[in-house]
């Protein structure tokens, strides 16, 4: 009998062969635990009956889990699913995949607790729960924990952008979008302002003769985002991460300001990062074994690094810097806690 029945729509295949490889190669699930119709050797049997064998697998697994796409919400039979599971009463965990929110829950499972799946720091209770299930995992390391986890933030983001809509659309969401309509036309007039203002910033770039002067310009102009900035510059450095853990990047980094500490080398996850970072040009082959700033790859984390810590510096940042202190998150680019508060 089936541990984990994953429920989801034909047409979302793609994410649910990838949710089923995180819980393999994270979490440890056996692949005999799992039952997912769509995936290689977690569905139905050649020559098997399609909705005998589904019935059955349904009867009485651990965990139920939901895939609540557009395209969920449209399929009779993945509604069927959801309707057996409400009605055996089975331990049940909804996953809403944007655009999809969370009243899909409560409107057909009733008061439950759930997960948006781009939610990432739910993945920790993710596998708390699957712990609990009392199914007899294979064994993962934090490292592997690490490598996947990061993995899979970086992967959704290009499924969730490829994910199939809904082929219907609602009485209630058509007309959200005509009084949207409306507004966005009532307000097309009062943009000329705005238009005019955004050519007479470009003009003034275009003569701009350094990136003093373009500092200067953007600081004359309101509603400058610096936590969105904040933002891009942490993704880009977080994007230049190579073939190593996110903790061994973290070390590298520090390394910039003579604060990295050694590798030991009889300690399996870091012998094993170390051996990568030689092999990718980030680690010189021979003792001391320096990490090679002067390569092509490092030395784009290392300007990135500088950008970021030259924003934080910058009068633009002042504000935003003071906020995110006083909420307690360290903002020194020196102190490894900056990273690891922010660098995941």
Partial sequence: M???????????????????????????????????????????????????????QIQNPKLVILLMTPRYMESWFCLMELGATWAKSLT?????????????ISSTLGLRQGWSIDNFAKLIDLRDMIRSL??????????????????WNVDLKKLLKQLAPATN??????????????????ELSSLQDVYEEASDTIEELKAAKDPAAVKTIMKKKKGF????????????????????????YRNMIMDQYDKAVAIDWYDHD??????????????????????????????????AVNAL?????????????????????PMEVDDLEFWEKHLV
Wanted: charged letters at 35%; aromatic letters at 8%; a negative charge.
């Fill in 2 to 56: 089936t541990d984990i029945f994953i429920s989801h729509a034909v047409a979302d295949k793609a994410l649910a062969d990838k949710f089923v490889a995180f819980l393999k190669e994270a979490i440890g699930v056996p692949a005999k635990a799992i039952f997912c119709s769509s995936v290689d050797g977690q569905g139905i049997p050649l020559g098997g009956d399609f909705n005998e064998y589904m019935k059955r």
């Fill in 92 to 104: 049940a965990l909804p996953i809403v995949v944007p655009p999809i929110k969370f009243s899909a």
């Fill in 134 to 151: 009392e199914i007899k995992l294979e064994e993962r390391t934090e490292h592997d924990w690490d490598k996947k986890r990061a993995a």
């Fill in 169 to 186: 659309i609602s009485a209630s969401d058509h007309k959200a979008v005509q009084d949207e309509l409306d507004a966005i036309k009532q």
């Fill in 225 to 248: 985002d610096a936590e969105g900035r904040f933002r891009e510059l942490l993704e880009d450095i977080s994007n230049l991460r190579s073939h190593v853990s996110i903790r061994f």
């Fill in 270 to 303: 870091q012998k094993e990062d170390a051996e990568r970072a030689i092999q990718y040009n980030l680690m010189d082959a021979d003792e001391p074994h320096r990490f090679l700033w002067s390569g092509k790859k490092l030395s784009k984390v290392s300007t």
């Fill in 309 to 329: 810590a030259e924003f934080l510096e910058s009068e633009e940042a002042v504000d935003f810097v003071k906020e995110r202190e006083r909420e307690g998150y």
